[in-house]
């Protein structure tokens, strides 16, 4: 009994003691209830803010709600008749039922069933009930049915979600940039050669002026004055582009100057050095001398591999008008191989200019196999068409920079027909031959020129008639008229001339 007596009273004090806070626990205690109480007041706040800014559209809510069972319902079962009412409704305390279902006749009778057909949905507009006491100044909604419910279609009960859009799968990294790293590739490659090939056909043009134009060289020994200046630190090069050199020479005798002109391949041009590999070009140099006046008899001498020679006598105005091909050697002489041509005035010259140190140095068969790989050409006359007549040409290949010492016995053949021509003579019988030659060149030249002045009379008067043509359609008085002042004039310009001396 005291134990039962005792236990209302422990109770109380058992949950005051779980409740209460104990020693330690009063600052966690508080900031507990704290806690609470602001997660309250914040709760409180955001449903009276939603409440504020929804009210009046509760009761759409339950109508929404509402409206969807009874959607269900006439999807499920047919519609059945409605009892009439009672009392008549007024429009501000009853809303009636919907449009859709119809009130029974007067007369009592049952209405037929409806057809056994899909069912009509109802639109929610028939269904909405609105008072327009409580919201006034509100427009009313007007939903307007699909053309497709209208055309009788029935519409499907969902609308199919759109499809997806397959992502854009992004372009691999080389396809996307392909063009871009093939641009920035080619420039690179482009401004890598060109320095390169720069620095090559450099290399090649100094290795060339080292070897045959600097102290104790050929053109040291037989010219006083080598580069394009006077002093000592003119340079001996002329660079005119990076594939063109040049070098000049002077102060020999029988010769006016030398000018050699190193045409390289343009190994600084990419594009050029892609098409040198399909249309293969060698490095040339050409030696110009200019002869004197009175140094160079009467000839007209070439010599050519056997194809160039007939392009050459073709081609070269001088070669056509005096020389020819020559198609034996002469008698009991040593000749070139059958790989050159000599194309010349006469057998005489040709015979004295082919000498045996030639043959010997350059031109024979096994010289010519040996140190003959680089010649192109040469060519000496008198009658060259140009602003100097009297010439000696040379043509030779340019070998590698560290292979210029194969052309030694070519770049000798320059002083040495220098020399040569300076000293040589013709025969009489020659010299007639030679000076006939000419003398019928030069009335061939001047009949050239007669012709063409002739020509340029006609063309003009021809000009001229062409603007006379619009005096045609003058009248005949007119033109009467033009032709005796025509006539007047040129009888004026016939008469002598007289002048009146006033007398004193």
Request: proline share 9%.
């Amino acid at each position: 009994m005291a134990t039962t007596a005792h236990s209302p009273r422990r109770w109380p004090r058992s949950l005051a003691a779980y409740l209460l806070p104990r020693g330690g626990d009063t600052l966690l205690y508080a900031l507990a209830v704290l806690s609470i109480l602001s997660l309250l007041t914040h709760e409180l706040t955001r449903r009276s803010v939603l409440a504020a800014d929804f009210e009046g559209f509760e009761a759409e809510e339950d109508e929404e709600e509402y409206l969807s069972h009874q959607q269900d319902l006439l999807d499920i079962t047919p519609v059945s008749p409605l009892p009439t009412p009672l009392f008549p409704s007024t429009p501000e305390s009853h809303h009636g039922p919907p449009d859709s279902l119809e009130s029974p006749p007067e007369d009592g009778s049952v209405p037929p069933p409806p057809a056994q057909s899909a069912p009509e949905r109802a639109s929610p507009s028939k269904f909405e009930e609105w008072d327009e006491d409580e919201f006034e100044g509100i427009p009313a909604p007007v939903l307007e049915e699909p053309p497709s419910a209208a055309a009788g279609v029935p519409l499907p009960d969902a609308a199919e979600p759109p499809k997806p859009a397959a992502p854009a799968t992004p372009a691999s990294f080389p396809r996307s940039y392909g063009v871009e790293i093939a641009c920035v590739s080619f420039l690179i490659a482009f401004i890598f050669n060109y320095f390169s090939g720069k620095k090559e056909n450099e290399n090649i043009a100094l290795a060339w002026a080292a070897k045959f134009a600097t102290k104790d060289t050929v053109f040291e020994r037989n010219f006083s004055l080598l580069g394009t200046g006077d002093g000592k630190d003119t340079p001996l090069l002329l660079k005119e582009g990076q594939d063109a050199f040049k070098f000049y020479a002077s102060g020999r005798r029988f010769c006016q100057r030398l000018l050699a002109t190193m045409e390289l391949r343009p190994r600084h041009d990419l594009i050029a050095r892609i098409l040198d590999l399909v249309f293969p070009k060698r490095d040339t140099i050409t030696f110009e001398v200019i002869m004197n006046e009175d140094a160079m008899d009467h000839l007209v001498f070439a010599v050519a591999r056997k194809k160039l020679a007939r392009t050459m006598q073709k081609d070269e105005r001088d070669l056509q008008r005096y020389a020819s091909l020559l198609a034996t050697p002469p008698a009991g002489r040593k000749w070139l191989p059958e790989e050159l041509t000599v194309v010349s005035e006469s057998k005489e010259v040709a015979g004295d200019l082919i000498t045996e140190a030639v043959l010997d140095q350059v031109f024979g068969d096994k010289a010519f196999e040996k140190f003959g790989k680089g010649f192109i050409s040469l060519h000496f006359s008198d009658q060259y068409p140009g602003p100097h007549k009297r010439m000696l040409i040379f043509k030779f290949l340019l070998p590698d920079a560290k292979n210029m010492v194969d052309m030694t016995r070519l770049v000798t053949l320059v002083p040495y027909y220098i020399d040569l021509i300076g000293r040589y003579k013709l025969s009489p019988q020659a010299r007639t031959k030679t000076e006939a030659a000419r003398a019928k060149a030069a009335q061939e030249a001047y009949r050239e020129l007669q012709n063409a002045r002739q020509e340029a009379l006609l063309r003009k008067k021809a000009e001229k008639k062409k603007q006379m043509e619009p005096d045609t359609k003058l009248s005949a008085e007119a033109i009467r008229k033009k032709e005796e002042k025509d006539r007047t004039r040129q009888m004026k310009k016939g008469m002598p001339r007289m002048k009146m001396l006033r007398g004193h």
